[in-house]
């Protein structure tokens, strides 16, 4: 029996789809952050998003033709090999912004500075920290609602701050970071399960 059979959780991962989903398709994109563990888990979500997860997702006749068009000879390889990706950035990932922007500016808004940056009114920010109380993430949060993203945030069983910021907040029923993290996981893999049946089902 998996831990999340005793976890109602499924109303919350569902608005969390919903946002996501009205992101992509309007076109935009995924923004995700988190600390420590929470930043590897940001790094494996955008893993699962930008390429092949459960599915298959070859590209369409319409982008192989094109691919062919310009290639020299490579556009078979080229089709053959890209996939279907759900847009996606990890603001944990970007090493030479963060330890300037830490270093000159202020390393609790490493994250909002990007969302600054990258953000687009319909896109949407995923922001994990098991207390809810992560000021980089808190800041980033509240920077993307100023510039009209959705808000997601995953959480411990408190919430934290982020409870009372973010749009859809999933809140794993435990107060202990090893465990939050681990509930988190099997959540994050259904979500990108859902968004990518949604986008690839018919490809």
């Keep these: 029996m998996s831990p999340l059979d005793h976890w109602d959780y499924k109303a919350d991962l569902e608005k969390a789809f919903s946002l996501i989903k009205a992101t992509y398709q309007n076109g935009g994109k995924l923004l995700v952050c988190g600390n420590g563990g929470s930043a590897a888990d940001s790094e494996h979500i955008v893993g699962e998003l930008m390429k092949g997860f459960m599915l298959n997702r070859k590209i369409s006749g319409h982008v192989r033709k ?6 020299k000879g490579n556009g078979d390889y080229i089709s053959d090999n890209l996939q279907g990706a759900l847009p996606a950035i990890s603001l944990v990932s970007q090493s030479a912004l963060i330890s300037a922007f ?54 411990g069983e408190d919430g934290g701050i982020l409870k009372d910021i973010c749009d859809c907040t999933i809140k794993a029923p435990s ?26 089902k018919e490809v």
């Design 66 to 71: 094109k691919i062919k068009e310009v290639s």
């Design 102 to 155: 830490s270093n000159d500016v202020a390393p609790d808004m490493v994250f909002a500075q990007q969302v600054f940056g990258y953000g687009k009114p319909g896109d949407s920010l995923l922001g994990l920290s098991t207390s809810g109380n992560s000021k980089n993430v808190v800041y980033a949060a509240e920077t993307a609602k100023a510039m009209g993203l959705y808000t997601i945030a995953f959480t």
């Design 175 to 200: 107060p202990c970071t090893p465990i939050i993290q681990e509930y988190h996981l099997p959540i994050y893999h259904r979500l990108c399960m859902m968004l990518e049946e949604e986008f690839f």
